[in-house]
């Protein structure tokens, strides 16, 4: 079960249309943040995935990914960590850009914008996502944002970040279009703590336009990368995942 599915109120998965990136992200927390995110994400008795023990990940950044690892390098093996380039540049609110054109440069694209699709404040939220999506996207998603954050208000306190453990690139339709796999913990909490933890997935589809990549779509992730049961490196390496290094 996905984790859209587990945070529904109704132990379904919520009212959706397939290229409504929000209701994958934004609006999935929104809710958990009002119905009661533990039992979300602990896992309840609608066989849900038992909670994951936070990983012993690297520090995050300020982006809320792990900071670059020395001493491995990226080989022709397919186990071996992908490194994935850095960007040539930040936008003025800090968004990474600026990414090579080529499967792992959508892939490091989708790894840095992980932690930043979450849900941090109305404003700041439809600001990474003018920055990051294509128009279309955007003019698509903005509206269903600001009635999630209406309907869903989020208390002063609350707070969301995701850690990518692992990632993948599940399709490549041609030289602008790629998908990509990102595995991540993704954590919740208030001003008492961490009140909830799991492991989350998700399938971004970017397309190249002008001269870096943009966000098209966000859907469930595909069969090529089923969510793992846990979280250690041999379970999520068995169903398909693939580990990086940040360039």
């Known amino acids: 079960m996905s984790l859209t599915q587990q945070m529904s109120p109704h132990g379904g998965p919520p009212r959706r249309r397939r290229s409504l990136l929000l209701a994958a992200v934004a609006v999935v927390v929104l809710i958990a943040a009002t119905v009661g995110v533990t039992v979300a994400l602990t896992g309840g008795g609608d066989g849900s995935h038992p909670a994951a023990a936070p990983p012993s990940a690297p520090a995050p950044t300020r982006f809320g990914i792990p900071s670059p690892q020395?001493?491995?390098?990226?080989?022709?093996?397919p186990t071996a960590p992908l490194l994935l380039p850095h960007p040539a540049r930040a936008a003025s609110n800090g968004v990474p850009l600026g990414f090579p054109h080529t499967p792992d440069g959508a892939?490091?694209?989708?790894?840095?914008?992980?932690?930043?699709?979450?849900?941090t404040?109305?404003?700041?939220?439809?600001?990474?996502?003018?920055?990051i999506e294509t128009a279309a996207a955007y003019t698509r998603d903005a509206p269903t944002l600001r009635e999630g954050y209406r309907e869903h208000p989020l208390a002063a306190d609350f707070w969301s970040t995701?850690?990518?453990?692992?990632?993948g690139v599940t399709s490549t339709e041609d030289a602008d279009g790629v998908s990509v796999s990102v595995l991540a913990t993704l954590q919740?909490?208030?001003?008492t703590g961490v009140t909830g933890s799991s492991?989350?997935?998700?399938e971004f589809h970017l397309v190249w336009q002008g001269d870096d990549w943009r966000l098209d779509d966000i859907k469930d992730v595909s069969k090529t990368h089923p969510l793992p049961s846990g979280n250690s490196r041999d379970e999520y390496q068995a169903s398909?995942?693939?580990?990086f290094q940040l360039a």
């Open 70 to 77: 020395p001493g491995r390098s990226a080989t022709a093996d």
């Open 107 to 119: 892939a490091s694209a989708a790894v840095r914008w992980t932690s930043l699709i979450l849900p």
């Open 121 to 131: 404040g109305e404003d700041r939220q439809l600001d990474v996502f003018r920055t």
């Open 162 to 167: 995701a850690t990518p453990l692992a990632c």
């Open 188 to 191: 919740v909490g208030d001003a």
């Open 199 to 202: 492991l989350w997935a998700n």
């Open 240 to 243: 398909g995942w693939r580990e």
